[in-house]
């Protein structure tokens, strides 16, 4: 039996190792967790105990499919990610106005930016408010994948990103610049880019439910 330190700070037992290595394999726990054995005052790393993994050893893939996130969940929080952007770019495109927008649309088809009939003081102002709401989120997004593993829409559904095998926290490296950075720069790219995010949206639908951006960062998505 042990006691665990959970990513909240708050413990968690006394538990059978068998429940810890489910929540292992959930991503709730990891093998730097700081666990005690019942009838111990030491806290160790789980991986240190023997019941886990074995003197000289690399701890061991524990992954449950049962608790691997449903593809509806993980497009749920994808949906839920995306309304927010709406949501916080709304004020900033309001204060632009109809008439910047639909002369940036002209651009884009084009046509040439014709900024006659702009107030450009409004259009000053909308940009500066569309920037920083988008700035702001984007942070809040980076901050919570990079201490939770989850974004706004994947804690509202209740599915987090781990790392695989071990489901430690992704960090700010493959939580954020490998998993979200890298595949939006290549989906840009002409050709490849749309044959990249074909094949991401496609790579979900395999026995272990990850994404083409899920390999790239050595990530998968599980049930909370």
């Known amino acids: 039996?042990?006691?665990?330190?959970?990513?909240?700070?708050?413990?968690?037992?006394?538990?059978?190792?068998?429940?810890?290595?489910?929540?292992?394999?959930?991503?709730?726990?990891?093998?730097?967790?700081?666990?005690?054995?019942?009838?111990s005052d030491e806290w160790r790393r789980i991986g240190d105990y023997t019941e886990f993994t074995a003197p000289g050893e690399a701890p061991p893939a524990l992954v449950d499919e049962s608790v691997l996130a449903d593809r509806s969940l993980r497009l749920g929080a994808a949906v839920i990610d995306r309304a927010c952007g709406m949501v916080v770019a709304l004020p900033g495109a309001l204060l632009?106005?109809?008439?910047?927008?639909?002369?940036?649309?002209?651009?884009?088809?084009?046509g040439e930016l014709n900024m006659e009939d702009v107030d450009t003081g409004r259009?000053?102002?909308?940009?500066?408010?569309?920037?920083?709401?988008?700035?702001?989120?984007?942070?809040?997004?980076?901050?919570m994948l990079t201490t939770r593993g989850q974004s706004i829409g994947k804690?509202?559904?209740?599915?987090?990103?781990?790392?695989?095998?071990?489901?430690?926290?992704?960090?700010?490296v493959h939580g954020w610049l490998l998993r979200n950075l890298v595949p939006g720069v290549i989906s840009l790219?002409?050709?490849?880019?749309?044959?990249?995010?074909?094949?991401?949206?496609?790579?979900?639908?395999?026995?272990?439910?990850?994404?083409l951006h899920d390999y790239l960062a050595g990530t998968r998505v599980v049930k909370v």
């Open 123 to 143: 259009a000053a102002i909308g940009g500066l408010v569309l920037g920083a709401g988008l700035l702001v989120l984007t942070i809040l997004q980076i901050w």
């Open 189 to 211: 790219l002409p050709w490849v880019g749309m044959m990249f995010v074909l094949a991401d949206i496609f790579f979900i639908f395999g026995p272990e439910r990850r994404c």
């Open 96 to 110: 632009l106005g109809a008439t910047f927008l639909r002369a940036v649309l002209e651009a884009s088809r084009g």
């Open 1 to 39: 039996m042990f006691t665990i330190i959970g990513g909240d700070g708050k413990e968690y037992g006394p538990v059978t190792a068998d429940q810890i290595r489910a929540w292992i394999g959930g991503g709730r726990a990891n093998f730097d967790t700081k666990a005690k054995a019942v009838g």
């Open 155 to 172: 804690r509202i559904i209740g599915i987090r990103i781990v790392r695989a095998p071990d489901g430690g926290l992704p960090g700010f």
